[in-house]
T-cell receptor
Framework: ETGVTQSPTHLIKTRGQQVTLRCSSQ?????VSWYQQALGQGPQFIFQ???????GRGNFPPRFSGLQFPNYSSELNVNALELDDSALYLC?????????????????FGPGTRLTVL | KQEVTQIPAALSVPEGENLVLNCSFT??????LQWFRQDPGKGLTSLLL?????REQTSGRLNASLDKSSGRSTLYIAASQPGDSATYLC????????????FGKGTLLTVNP
């Protein structure tokens, strides 16, 4: 049991709508990362939040945005949904940011949110 | 741009066999490399993390090696069991001021009883 939880489990939206996905990090973890995983592909890094600030970002457009709260939980917001946004969205938490060079870089993943855009 | 390739894409072995999964990456300037396991429709479970200064890591029946100069890593699974059936993903952390984690597409492993 990793302790990372995500909500909702499944979500269906239509093109052009906006969506908010939520993640609660494991106790004691101050870093949260978000990933998009299309069917049959490896996860794609969206961004990372450390102590409420974004400090790393993959190749995703600005309509993908996020927040991290003082309790280190996080939200992923996607505006103007497109069909290609349909994917499994994964959240991962860690004790330290990915670049710290520590063994505590290990990430613990939640079960994901399956988003379908029609 | 970092690219990660995993070979083979799928592997089927009988129970008890030792096996090796391969991962290669194009940019050797990495911070670390991780191996993950993913069960169908589920999140990822971290198996092993190797820092760029390390050569290998071991956990139980798993051993991961890293050759940064050649851009390669292997995951060795000893005495495979049906419960090892899953997709195995490797990911490298790289980048300068804008670092990111880049995943391969994974190897689908099936261990037959």
């Amino acid at each position: 049991e990793t302790g990372v939880t995500q909500s909702p489990t499944h979500l269906i939206k239509t093109r052009g709508q906006q969506v908010t996905l939520r993640c609660s990090s494991q106790s004691g973890h101050n870093t949260v990362s978000w990933y998009q995983q299309a069917l049959g592909q490896g996860p794609q890094f969206i961004f990372q939040y450390y102590r409420e600030e974004e400090n790393g970002r993959g190749n995703f457009p600005p309509r993908f945005s996020g927040l991290q709260f003082p309790n280190y939980s996080s939200e992923l917001n996607v505006n103007a949904l497109e069909l290609d946004d349909s994917a499994l969205y994964l959240c991962a938490s860690s004790q330290t940011p990915l670049f710290s060079g520590s063994s505590t870089d290990t990430q613990y993943f939640g079960p994901g949110t399956r988003l379908t855009v029609l | 741009k970092q690219e990660v390739t995993q070979i083979p894409a799928a592997l089927s072995v009988p129970e008890g066999e030792n096996l090796v999964l391969n991962c290669s990456f194009t940019d050797s300037a990495i911070y670390n490399l991780q191996w993950f396991r993913q069960d169908p429709g589920k999140g990822l479970t971290s198996l092993l993390l190797i820092q760029s200064s390390q050569r290998e890591q071991t956990s139980g029946r798993l051993n991961a090696s890293l050759d940064k100069s050649s851009g390669r890593s292997t995951l060795y699974i000893a005495a495979s069991q049906p419960g090892d059936s899953a997709t195995y993903l490797c990911a490298v952390l790289s980048g300068g001021s804008n670092y990111k984690l880049t995943f391969g597409k994974g190897t689908l492993l099936t261990v037959n009883p």
